[in-house]
Each structure stands twice: as structure tokens, then as C-alpha cells.
């Protein structure tokens, strides 16, 4: 058995598909074929396209180095959102965070189009 297996009748294409990804990538992964066999099994995701919104009114990210240095983002802040799904999830969720950190929080579709339609609302 091999790690990686090509079935071009299921998918049309010639991307190689890992063992432990048989049905593939959903078409919004930008992933595809980048997936490796090896792949830890937290690291196993589709992540689709990253959507970056510009905000005037977040402030910058500072932090301070273990050396007491000072450092302060010279990125515009910005609110970034994607959908992403595990491997064994049913369905995709959409992240929604502060920029390239890891703070924010995952909303189900359901949740992510209750707040666009609040938003809307207001």
C-alpha cells in the first residue's frame, strides 16, 4: 500500500490524493495537494481562501520581548475570516480572528450567517 493513490475518475484530476483523504478536498480547499501522509492528526484541515477586513478603529498589536523590548505591528490591523473543516468534520465552520493570531473564535454557517444578517440589520 502506498501513501498516496491517483484516481482520476473520482476527481478529474491528477493531485495526489492521501490515504487518509479518500473522498479528497472540498472544492474551496486551497490545500489541495499540499496535504502530506504524515500529516499530524491536528493538522489534518481544509482551509479555504483567507479574507482580510481592514479596521480603523482596532488598535495595533504590541507586545513587549522576554528582554523588555517594546515592539509595536507596523500591519495595518485587520479582522481575518476562512472557512476550515477537519478531516472527520461534517462540515466546514468559518474562523474569525485578529489578524494572523490564533485569537478569535469558530462559528458554525449557522452562527456566521446569523451575525451577517444582524450586521446588515444595523
Not at 509595536?72 to 462540515?91: I, K, M, V
Not at 465552520?93 to 485578529?98: I, M, N, Q, S
Request: net charge negative; aromatic share 6%.
Amino acid at each position: 500500500m502506498t501513501d498516496t493513490t491517483i484516481d482520476r475518475k473520482a476527481t478529474g484530476s491528477d493531485v495526489p490524493r492521501v490515504f487518509w483523504l479518500p473522498q479528497g478536498c472540498p472544492a474551496w480547499c486551497v490545500r489541495e495537494g499540499q496535504h502530506e501522509p504524515s500529516s499530524a492528526l491536528d493538522d489534518r484541515d481544509h482551509d479555504g481562501e483567507g479574507v482580510e477586513i481592514v479596521t480603523s478603529l482596532m488598535e495595533t498589536d504590541r507586545w513587549i520581548d522576554r528582554d523588555g523590548t517594546y515592539h509595536e505591528s507596523s500591519d495595518s490591523p485587520c479582522l481575518t475570516l476562512y472557512l476550515t473543516q477537519g478531516f472527520r468534520e461534517a462540515e466546514p465552520h468559518v474562523w474569525l480572528g485578529r489578524g494572523q493570531t490564533n485569537n478569535g473564535v469558530d462559528l458554525t454557517l449557522g452562527e456566521a450567517r446569523q451575525l451577517a444578517d444582524r450586521l446588515v440589520e444595523i
